[in-house]
């Protein structure tokens, strides 16, 4: 079987790869380059666990090509940190108790990204929704909401100052 | 509130603080290693090969071109399995039989429902190991199937086993059938009771099953040398019955196996079995290569039990100012496909919170053509307490007496008889009730189309073996290590307890789940045991490194060891000798531990008693759309006794949890079967589970009865939650519709009919 090589940004770095043409972007960032915390729920698109960014726009990366990463730029949980400086909304997931089991966490963390960029302000509904998207079995959602909500004020208190 | 735990005479410093865990920043950052996440040099993927039939024979399979393929290094089928004896063991509640066991593992003589595994390949990719899969060849005589639970009780029903006779029955029936057991538990005279009732109240009912719903996969990494010892790396509930279920089924020592256990991403009862564990294992025994395994989620609905479905009929008898003086249940229960479902908790469970001086439980479990059914969150507990719930509801509205003073009146209290014998021991149950019924959402006006639903509900919580190790590192930092599974914050809750302890800062201690070598026997994180039974064993670990610390400073003081005392992280002396003696400090002490004895270390186990139970009362408002049928959950409080909240963050999630996982079986999932006996929705866009916009904010009461018989008080907080929550949604939506609801899922095809009078 012939393979295809790609040439990607992941998380701000240049990456190549090779994966033949039926591999997900999923497989590839797990069983490709190695990169785990993006977790694989459902491999339907119903769950959320494997989402990332392409271009800044949310998917499920068990729904993407490999092949499809050519030329864009992939953002996975692990960039999420600025080196040893958590993102405001991994320290108030933390503070505010919005994980239990932790794996559909960094999925959500993605998403949750992608919204407080387009609506630094949103409303309790306006999360519930936008986050409608990804499954949490273990928490009823409360305190991944009081997480968000509570990334989002401190974010906009930061970019007044 | 009395409180009568040990550590009540000083404040507590740790305990009820709400720190962040331990095991959180890798679960942030994408870090921590679930089960899918391990791998090894050299490893191959396993596939497991399943059956498309409900229901049929194996006459053989041949895996002679699978294993011509290049890149396949092994194929396996149950012939790799050592044949088990016939025989139940264990406590009867959960008795197992390992000669069914082994067949849920991998199919014999028979497939017994769509996805059952009849034979696996380990190949050098995914790919190859797909395609392996569809090189091998299996004849199959298809066979009658059956589905539904009382179709499977029918005389003609087609047989599963056909030499199951019904155990529990005297004399043993004469034929063999699906039922493979009948439970009866009564006290009092129950005929005599609804004799002297002036009003009797009776209904039926039907859940469907639903699945754990965890969002891992189950998945695992397996590796076996050649000398006989393996290692496996899996996500589960407990490594050390994972480790002695598959050396079982494997027929090898458990002492060449040593089982890590990973970052586990949901169980909820799911992932207390083994299911992908033994099959890794042999394949790699049987390549030489380590094998990884990681389900689909279809597997996983087809193949990895859900909880069980039910029919039940439920009748208790009234007194006019609403004492309850009989009950009795029915209650038949979908096993799958070998015996085993949790029919006799729920017989157990049925009536607990109440008074009842007359009580009779029946209970069927009952084989089909389904996946085995496993444990779900207070396995049993919350199907027969919908049905009970929904009885007293209606009882409630029959002499129109508030539903939750109802419940108040006829609650259980010490000394009330439970139906199994022993009788109820501890507090709590009216206390959380109460709680409730102050909760202002009770009196809130509700408006057109909406109802409000209350119900209550009792598990027993568990206790039992756990290991725990404290080591008192050389500057005064604290390792502690436990053989229980953190499926939710239990390092941080075990940690909390022991800075609380030691006297140390929370931010001192760093607990780590040990792997199967590296400590002493653990059972399962199931039965809300953790926190209550292997904090015992912490307790106990750090009490004993504080003997050892106190005796260290009486050799450092030259003074008698029982005039040393342990007080705010402090060794003290209290005796009368003259001299310095300024308080010496963990870290004092341990940095001296060279000169003083060696290592400080303790290791305690426990087969932990004194377990007080769950309880919790629950409200839910609802609104129905009379156009569709569809509900709206406006708002759900949950109050539930647990006893003390260690992290009452951790704890509260717990009942937000239970509460949605509740609400989703109340109103949207199911298990639906085509005509062939195929599951159509093994899928979670098929399957719903809630999701952040189904859900209201759900409100916790945490109400703190403390458990005399724990240091910290604890109750074990998992469960308890779940088991009023079908009944509390559908004591909404029946009064919101006028029409009493008596079958889960409440789907919106449902509640139509029920509105149109049944069309």
Same mark, same amino acid.
């Given at each position: 079987m012939t393979k295809h090589h790609v040439t990607t940004t992941v998380n701000g770095d240049a990456v190549e790869f090779l994966c033949e043409a039926h591999e997900t972007l999923l497989e590839v960032l797990r069983d490709g380059l190695g990169l785990t915390g993006t977790k694989e729920g459902c491999?339907?698109?119903?769950?959320?666990?494997?989402?990332?960014?392409?271009?800044?726009?949310?998917?499920?990366?068990?729904? %993407?090509?490999g092949v499809e990463a050519e030329g864009k730029a992939i953002q996975t949980i692990e960039g999420m940190a600025a080196g040893t400086r958590l993102h405001p909304l991994q320290r108030k997931f933390l503070e505010h108790a919005g994980l239990q089991c932790g794996i559909c966490t960094p999925g959500i963390l993605v998403a949750a990204r992608s919204l407080l960029e387009r609506n630094p302000d949103p409303t309790e509904e306006e999360v519930r929704?936008?986050?409608?998207?990804?499954?949490?079995?273990?928490?009823?959602? #409360?305190?991944?909401?009081?997480?968000?909500?509570d990334a989002a004020r401190e974010m906009r208190g930061a970019d007044h100052a | 509130m009395p409180d009568?735990?040990?550590?009540?005479?000083?404040?507590?410093?740790?305990?009820g603080t709400r720190p962040v865990r331990p095991d959180g920043v890798p679960k942030v950052t994408g870090?921590?290693?679930?089960?899918?996440?391990?791998?090894?040099?050299?490893m191959l993927w396993g596939r497991i090969l399943r059956s498309p039939h409900a229901h049929a024979r194996i006459r053989s399979i041949d895996t002679s071109k699978a294993q011509a393929l290049r890149g396949v290094k092994a194929v396996m089928t149950s012939a790799d399995l050592p044949e088990q004896k016939f025989e139940y063991v264990g406590p009867e509640r959960v008795a197992v039989n390992f000669?069914?066991?082994?067949?849920?593992?991998?199919?014999?003589?028979?497939?017994?429902?769509?996805?059952?595994?009849?034979?696996?390949?380990?190949?050098?990719?995914?790919?190859?190991?797909e395609e392996a899969l569809g090189l091998i060849e299996v004849d199959y005589e298809v066979l009658p199937h059956v589905i539904d639970v009382e179709d499977?009780?029918?005389?003609?029903?087609?047989?599963?086993?056909?030499?199951?006779i019904t155990r529990g029955i005297e004399p043993a029936p004469d034929r063999p059938s699906n039922i493979s057991k009948r439970i009866e538990l009564k006290i009092g005279d129950v005929e005599a009771g609804f004799a002297a009732a002036d009003e009797i109240v009776e209904s039926s009912f039907k859940t469907a099953p639903v699945h754990q719903g965890y969002i891992e996969p189950q998945a695992c990494l397996a590796r076996f040398d050649t000398d006989g010892q393996a290692e496996l790396w899996a996500s589960s509930q407990g490594h050390f019955v994972i480790r002695a279920l598959s050396a079982r089924l494997l027929g090898m020592d458990i002492g060449n196996l040593r089982v890590y256990p990973a970052e586990i991403g949901g169980g909820f009862g799911g992932k207390n079995v083994p299911y992908v564990e033994p099959v890794a294992l042999v394949l790699a025994r049987k390549s030489g290569h380590p094998v990884k395994i990681v389900l689909s989620r279809e597997e996983v609905f087809k193949g990895c039990g859900p909880a069980a479905g039910s029919i039940m009929t439920v009748k208790i008898g009234i007194k006019k100012d609403g004492r309850i003086v009989a009950a009795a249940g029915v209650f038949k229960f979908q096993a799958g496909a070998v015996p085993g479902s949790p029919v006799m908790n729920a017989c157990m469970c049925a009536f607990s919170p109440y008074d009842i001086p007359n009580v009779r439980s029946v209970g069927y479990d009952v084989v089909s053509n389904r996946p085995k059914t496993a444990a779900y969150r207070a396995p049993g507990s919350p199907i027969s307490a919908y049905a009970v719930e929904s009885v007293i509801d209606m009882a409630a509205a029959r002499i129109s007496m508030d539903p939750l003073q109802f419940r108040l009146k006829n609650v259980a209290k010490p000394g009330t008889p439970t139906v199994w014998g022993p009788k109820h021991a501890h507090e709590g149950f009216a206390e959380t009730i109460r709680a409730l019924m102050q909760h202002p959402a009770y009196t809130t006006p509700l408006n057109k189309n909406q109802g409000r639903g209350v119900a209550a509900g009792y598990w027993f919580n568990n206790g039992g073996e756990s290991s725990a190790a404290v080591h008192i590192n050389e500057d005064g930092t604290v390792l502690v290590a436990t053989g229980s599974s953190d499926l939710s914050g239990t390092r941080a809750s075990l940690a909390m307890m022991a800075a609380e302890t030691l006297g140390v800062e929370f931010d001192k201690v760093r607990p780590t789940v040990a792997d199967t070598a590296s400590i002493g026997y653990g059972h399962l994180s199931a039965g809300s045991r953790t926190t209550f039974a292997t904090g015992i064993a912490v307790v106990e670990a750090c009490k004993k490194v504080i003997g050892n610390l106190c005796a260290r400073a009486a050799m450092i003081w030259d003074v008698n060891a029982e005039d040393v005392v342990w007080d705010g992280g402090c060794a003290r002396y209290t005796g009368k000798k003259s001299g310095e003696f300024e308080p010496l400090s963990l870290k004092a002490i341990a940095v001296k531990k060279s000169v003083t004895g060696g290592p400080i270390v303790a290791e305690v186990s426990v087969n932990a008693g004194g377990v007080a139970p769950g309880f919790a009362a629950e409200l839910c408002d %609802?609104?129905?759309?009379?156009?569709?049928?569809?509900?709206?959950?406006?708002?759900? %409080?949950?109050?539930?006794?647990?006893?003390?909240?260690?992290h009452p963050s951790y704890v509260e999630g717990q009942l937000q949890g239970g509460a949605a996982q509740g609400i989703g079986w109340a109103l949207n999932e199911e298990y639906i079967y085509d005509e062939a006996g195929r599951l159509t929705n093994a899928g979670f866009l098929d399957y719903r589970v809630p999701v952040a916009s189904d859900l209201p904010r759900i409100e916790t009461v945490l109400v703190e009865v403390p458990n005399p018989n724990h240091p910290f008080g604890v109750k074990g907080v998992g469960e308890a939650n779940i088991v009023p929550s079908?009944?509390?949604?559908? #004591?909404?939506?029946?009064?919101?519709?006028?029409?009493?609801?008596?079958?889960?899922?409440?789907?919106?095809?449902?509640?139509?009919?029920?509105? #149109?009078?049944?069309?």
């Open positions: 491999g339907t698109g119903d769950c959320g666990a494997c989402s990332v960014t392409i271009d800044g726009r949310v998917v499920c990366s068990c729904l %993407v090509l929704y936008w986050l409608a998207g990804n499954l949490c079995r273990c928490t009823g959602y #409360n305190k991944i909401i009081d997480a968000v909500l | 009568t735990m040990t550590f009540t005479k000083k404040e507590l410093r740790v305990v870090l921590a290693r679930f089960g899918a996440d391990y791998s090894l040099p050299g000669w069914h066991m082994t067949r849920s593992v991998m199919a014999r003589e028979k497939v017994l429902f769509e996805g059952h595994p009849v034979a696996a390949v380990a190949a050098t990719s995914k790919t190859i190991a499977a009780m029918k005389p003609d029903a087609p047989l599963l086993f056909e030499d199951m %609802v609104e129905v759309d009379p156009e569709t049928g569809a509900v709206k959950v406006l708002r759900f %409080v949950t109050a539930q006794d647990v006893g003390r909240a260690i079908l009944a509390a949604v559908a #004591n909404a939506v029946s009064r919101a519709i006028g029409q009493r609801m008596t079958e889960l899922p409440m789907s919106p095809p449902k509640i139509l009919k029920a509105m #149109n009078g049944g069309r």
